[in-house]
């Protein structure tokens, strides 16, 4: 048995962290469309959130042996219960913030408007766009013994009818009208009035149903598990695996409901109608009066005229040039003289793709192995890898096919990198390759081997690299290279037990190596009194690392954590962790960076990676954790986390009970504004800098070109001289 005492559920701190989004769509002192943007992202956030985890406990509850959760003690169903207990709650709390931001709206003149609510124009409008494109491409029908209620897929949306016959000798039916998926969400009739399209056709339908009467009617959104086991018996070993992943993928459509939304309050008919229809609980039925399925909310945005969008949007910002890196130096010549650091968003990650652009055309480069999880779906980093390819450097690339609902882009990838010539492997059967490493290799004239290894916190994805926070170091130093060499020849050979000097590589040395920094710590403490941890990741639920934690605090370990998300562990429990802090922060960027400290000051051991503390990442996967050595860059990385953990605006801090609050408001810092600004102020001395460098060789060049002048002319002048001399 589990001691329980200082650990809290995965799921129940989960929603925790959604509500805090939903906190961010609440504050007033956020830009208006950015509010909006939070509503959808606690949204969406929670279509996932059913998906996947709803979606596992379900099939956890199914099976005779319950799985009992080692960090509350829960099964399955008691963990599903909960939630559904919680969520009422939140969902409430959502319809108020987003009738608070439609009044805000309203206030600057932006409507998103109801059919009731319009003119007389607008509803013609309105009935010709019905007449002209909706109704062409409806589909519909009605519910009866040779008409069965249909399966709807994953996240469709209908709308659902009671509808009363006109004529005494046939039935009352229910009839259902499918959202048609091909046009937007919304109809513009004005550059700042939007209506919904689900709108338009409820107040339509009734010409659909022409022989019947509308009782009454309400929107319907269907949630289905998707949460594939890609370890399924029916996996054949000699099977394509791509073939597998595709068929897996179908699946996901047929699976069974989790979650129903409706757009308003049922009677106790309806409820039971749906109830029986998906096989669920009333307590499974979820009143949003707010959007259903809110994602369409950054197309409507992108719709408003542009002066509005900036002036209820964040500043404008655009990831910085990298002040550490010359753009008009190579950049694989510049990391073989020091190690490089970028940092996502704030820095571009151009560098990056420079340096698989230069080694596919290098000479001296003949080979480039890198590992993909998620990649941008027009992703230069793919095109630079299938460039290598046809130069005709050898390319491996690890692609994993289940980076959860970015299989479609990445299956369609690692086909056109094969096209290309590309070695493309799938990792290991049973891991998940989360990593991020890339090894470029090269071998001069005389014969001699170089590396030049990148490790970063974050996939290789330019759409990404802009929302969310990440680093990636790049570094020549053959020792990093000869470990990183090491995993790409285990991953070829599917040996995940590999030995590494440098590196810590799960599923592994990244648990030995933990436990030996923190027994260090311990160790420290024991002797100085001086034992220190800081982390910096997304989420923490394994329970070893959890009893590691707790047991360097019982021995005085100072430790401080800054968890985004899942948070299972408990900060000030007497006896348990009596010494952990933790922090959360939610701002303009997703905060998504993996950095490890032990130590303080000139015995600072610093590591950045891949994995957040949960049995996923450190026991379950492949993932890379890399020391830094560069005192530049672990004074930049520490300088990093010093301003993270000063935020006392968008920080929030855990409290023994599970909940958060606000801390005291001093400095007034917002910490990603803080570094924005540092990044923009870099940048600019770089561009003074580049434009004095300029300036100097201009003058030196004119300086050049007046001396030569000076020196001619007084050669002329001399020769001149003598030759009158000797002619006279």
């Not at 003149?109 to 007389?120: A, H, Q, T, Y």
């Not at 519909?140 to 996240?155: K, V």
């Not at 220190?532 to 070893?544: A, Q």
Request: charged residues 35%; glycine residues 4%; proline residues 3%.
């Amino acid at each position: 048995m589990n001691d329980v005492s200082f650990t809290q559920n995965r799921e129940l701190s989960w929603l925790k962290f959604n509500d805090r989004v939903l906190e961010e769509a609440a504050d007033k002192t956020v830009p208006l469309l950015e509010r909006l943007k939070f509503l959808s992202i606690f949204d969406t956030n929670l279509e996932e959130f059913f998906m996947v985890r709803i979606g596992s406990l379900t099939d956890l509850s199914s099976l005779s042996k319950q799985a009992i959760d080692s960090k509350s003690g829960l099964s399955p169903k008691e963990q599903i219960d909960k939630v559904l207990e919680i969520l009422p709650k939140s969902y409430a709390k959502k319809d108020e913030v987003y009738f608070d931001i439609l009044e805000d709206l309203e206030e600057v003149g932006v409507r998103i408007s109801k059919i009731s609510d319009l003119d007389d124009k607008d509803l013609i409008s309105c009935k010709n766009y019905f007449d002209s494109k909706i109704e062409p491409i409806l589909n519909f029908q009605l519910i009866d013994r040779t008409h069965p209620f249909p399966r709807l897929p994953n996240l469709s949306i209908v709308i659902i009818f009671d509808l009363i016959a006109s004529d005494k000798k046939k039935k009352d039916k229910i009839g259902i009208i499918y959202l048609p998926d091909r046009l937007p969400r919304y109809l513009k009739l004005a550059d700042n009035h939007f209506v919904l399209i689900e709108d338009i056709i409820e107040a339509f339908a009734e010409e659909l149903f022409y022989k019947y009467k509308i009782e009454k009617s309400y929107a319907l959104s269907l949630t289905r598990n998707a949460d594939i086991n890609f370890n399924d018996d029916d996996y054949e070993v000699d099977q394509d695996f791509r073939d597998y992943m595709m068929g897996k993928l179908k699946k996901r459509k047929r699976l069974q409901p989790v979650r129903v939304e409706v757009d308003r309050d049922l009677d106790d008919d309806s409820i039971k109608f749906l109830t029986k229809q998906f096989n669920l609980g009333k307590e499974s039925i979820f009143v949003t009066k707010s959007f259903i399925q809110s994602d369409f909310i950054f197309d409507l945005i992108s719709d408003l005229p542009e002066d509005f969008r900036k002036n209820h949007s964040y500043d404008e910002f655009s990831p910085q040039s990298s002040y550490f890196i010359d753009d008009k130096k190579s950049v694989i010549s510049q990391i073989e003289e020091s190690d490089k650091l970028l940092s996502y968003p704030y820095e571009s990650m151009d560098p990056v793709i420079r340096l698989l652009d230069e080694a596919s055309t290098d000479p001296d480069v003949i080979s480039i192995k890198i590992t993909l999880y998620r990649i941008a779906k027009e992703s230069e980093i793919a095109k630079a890898l299938i460039k290598a390819s046809e130069n005709g450097k050898d390319v491996i690339v690890l692609m994993e096919l289940r980076a959860r609902f970015d299989e479609d882009n990445n299956i369609l990838w690692s086909s056109r990198l094969e096209k290309a010539g590309c070695n493309v492997v799938y990792g290991f059967e049973n891991y998940k390759t989360h990593s991020k490493v890339c090894l470029i290799t090269k071998v001069d004239a005389n014969d001699k081997i170089s590396y030049i290894t990148q490790v970063a916190t974050g996939n290789y994805n330019e759409k990404t690299a802009k929302l969310y926070t990440d680093f990636s170091f790049m570094t020549a130093n053959p020792e990093i290279g000869k470990d990183a060499k090491e995993i790409f020849d285990n991953i070829l050979i599917g040996n995940l037990e590999g030995d590494y000097e440098h590196l810590m590589v799960s599923p592994k040395s990244m648990q030995e190596g933990l436990d030996k920094l923190i027994d260090e710590e311990i160790k420290i403490q024991e002797e100085t009194g001086e034992g220190y941890i800081r982390l910096k990741m997304n989420s923490i639920s394994d329970r070893k690392l959890i009893d590691k934690l707790s047991e360097a605090s019982n021995k005085g370990v100072k430790i401080d954590m800054m968890v985004r998300g899942i948070t299972c562990i408990l900060p000030g429990i007497k006896g348990r962790t009596e010494n952990i802090n933790i922090y959360q922060v939610v701002g303009r960027f997703l905060e998504h960076h993996r950095i490890y400290q032990f130590g303080k000051g000139g015995r600072t051991k610093l590591y950045i990676s891949s994995a957040d503390f949960m049995t996923r990442n450190i026991r379950n996967r492949m993932e890379v954790a890399v020391p830094i050595y560069d005192v530049r860059i672990k004074e930049r990385i520490l300088e990093f986390l010093d301003i993270m953990f000063a935020d006392d605006v968008k920080i929030r801090k855990l409290s023994p009970d599970g909940s958060y609050y606000k801390l005291e408001n001093k400095e007034n810092l917002i910490a990603q504004e803080k570094l924005i600004e540092i990044a923009r102020k870099r940048s600019e001395e770089k561009n003074i800098e580049e434009t004095t460098s300029k300036k100097e060789d201009a003058i030196g060049q004119k300086r050049a070109h007046k001396t030569s002048k000076e020196k001619e002319k007084t050669f002329k002048w001399k020769l001149g001289y003598f030759l009158g001399k000797l002619f006279s």
